[in-house]
């Protein structure tokens, strides 16, 4: 059995949404971010917060990795949401425009001192300039936490960039993430794509997320759930490849160096397939649940 927790597609929902909130029950995500930070009104913040709690007590959300994002440090609800947030003791908290490894050592201490469960982790959004700069600092603050969420709308908005295809101004810093993220051994998911009406778009950026290298998407309708999904699966000629090429390597044995499909097989390559095999086999076991 994997010890793989996939996140393919990991879906934001206003917390203040009680339809998207109960629809969500369904929706075939890997994970939920209920947020209470921008997809919330001022006025609706409290109402928001209890309901994401309550959801986050209910055990009716399933198999999807459940979490919280709270509002950032600085602002007026952050400590009453992240007490409320430890108390319910989601899969996670996630925090906005974390900034610092200290930021990090906080929160932390913030959600031991509410008492927030061991298996609620804390992930980490990395949307601004300084926090790409200092990254992996933050990435190798504290075990607990597990995963950086990129916000590309902070991070185009604090770049004075601009939203294009290819997201040329923003990939050094989404490159410079995956790094930390990998150096540390933590898991990455790629911002969303905010036009929810553009296929092709969405799409073209859930490969080019695969193949930098992140563990899946944020997104922010029902609608890219299923291309996330499979975006971030390996394809079955990944599946098939990988097992082959295992094969060649075993029947290979005491040789350093093997070839599958005329294509040169060394123990990194090995190594690579059996993660392949590992995500395969956790999306299955996932699915069948
Ligand atoms: C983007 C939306 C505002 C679009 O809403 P709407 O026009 O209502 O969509 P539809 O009519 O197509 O909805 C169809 C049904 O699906 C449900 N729905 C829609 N979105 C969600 C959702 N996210 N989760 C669950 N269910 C959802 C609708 O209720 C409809 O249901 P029904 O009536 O039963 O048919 C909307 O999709 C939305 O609000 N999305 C989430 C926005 C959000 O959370 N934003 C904050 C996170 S993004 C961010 O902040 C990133 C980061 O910080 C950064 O810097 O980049
Ligand atoms: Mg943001």
New binding site residues.
């Given amino acids: 059995m994997s010890d793989f927790t996939p996140l393919r597609s990991v ?4 917390s203040s ?1 009680e ?2 909130l109960e ?2 029950k369904s ?1 075939a995500c890997d994970g939920l971010i209920l ?1 209470l ?3 919330v009104a001022p006025d609706a913040k409290s109402a928001a917060r209890e309901a994401a709690a309550a959801a986050a007590r209910s055990g009716e959300y399933g198999r999807r990795t459940l979490t919280i994002r709270i509002n950032g440090s600085g602002t007026e609800w952050h400590e009453a949401d992240l007490a409320a947030a430890a108390q319910a003791g989601p899969d996670a908290v996630v925090v ?1 425009k974390v900034d610092s490894a200290a930021e990090v050592h906080r929160l932390v201490d913030a959600l031991e001192r509410h008492g927030a469960p061991d298996h609620t982790k804390l992930w980490a ?1 990395i ?1 601004t300039p300084i926090a790409i700069l200092d990254v992996l600092s933050i990435a190798r603050a504290s075990e607990r936490l597990s995963c950086f969420v990129i ?4 991070l185009v908005k604090e770049l004075y960039a601009e939203h294009v295809p290819g997201r040329a101004p923003i990939l050094p810093s989404l490159h410079t993430a995956l790094l930390a993220a990998r150096a540390a051994g933590i898991a990455i998911l790629d ?2 794509y905010n036009d ?1 009406k553009d296929t092709d778009g969405f799409l073209a950026e859930c490969r080019q997320g695969r193949e930098m290298g992140f563990d899946g998407k ?1 997104l ?3 609608g890219q759930v299923e291309g996330a999904n499979s975006a971030f699966a390996p394809s079955e000629q990944a599946v098939t490849d990988a097992r082959g090429l295992i094969r060649a390597w075993e029947d290979g044995q005491g040789s350093g160096v093997v070839t599958y499909e005329g294509k040169m097989v060394e123990n990194l390559h090995v190594e690579s397939a059996r993660r392949t095999l590992s995500i395969h086999d956790a999306i299955t076991a996932l699915d069948a649940q």
């Fill in positions: 879906l934001y929902m206003p949404n339809r998207a629809k969500a929706i947020d930070e921008d997809a906005p959004m949307e916000g590309t709308n902070d911002g969303v929810v944020t922010i309708h029902p």
